[in-house]
């Protein structure tokens, strides 16, 4: 089997910016807690933890925050050169 894909580097972009915007609107975890009805450890780990984190589980935390997911994910990436998609490849 292989092994789950992780993008450290822009999960952790993802975590500053929700960590900010709690600090800003000054919401404590255990207030995402009551608005999402995770357990603790489970708000911990998608905001300050350092594991994957589903996409509902990020919906939820934003919901909680009162914030739009794009908040969440205004930054850039880079693209990577690609192989031609399948039907422009030469056999």
Not at 4 to 25: F, G, N, P, T, V
Not at 27 to 39: A, C, N, P
Not at 65 to 87: A, C, G, N, T
Request: hydrophobic share 40%; with cysteine; net charge positive.
């Amino acid at each position: 089997m292989a092994e789950q894909y992780i993008d450290k580097e822009h999960l952790k972009l993802i975590r500053a910016k929700l960590w900010d915007i709690c600090k800003s609107k000054e919401i404590t975890l255990e207030d995402v807690q009551d608005r999402t009805g995770f357990s603790y450890s489970q708000v911990y780990r998608i905001i300050r933890g350092t594991q994957n984190m589903s996409v509902s589980g990020l919906i939820a935390v934003c919901k909680a925050l009162e914030i739009q997911p794009r908040e969440v994910f205004d930054f850039e990436i880079v693209i990577p050169k690609h192989l031609p998609l399948r039907k422009n490849r030469k056999a």
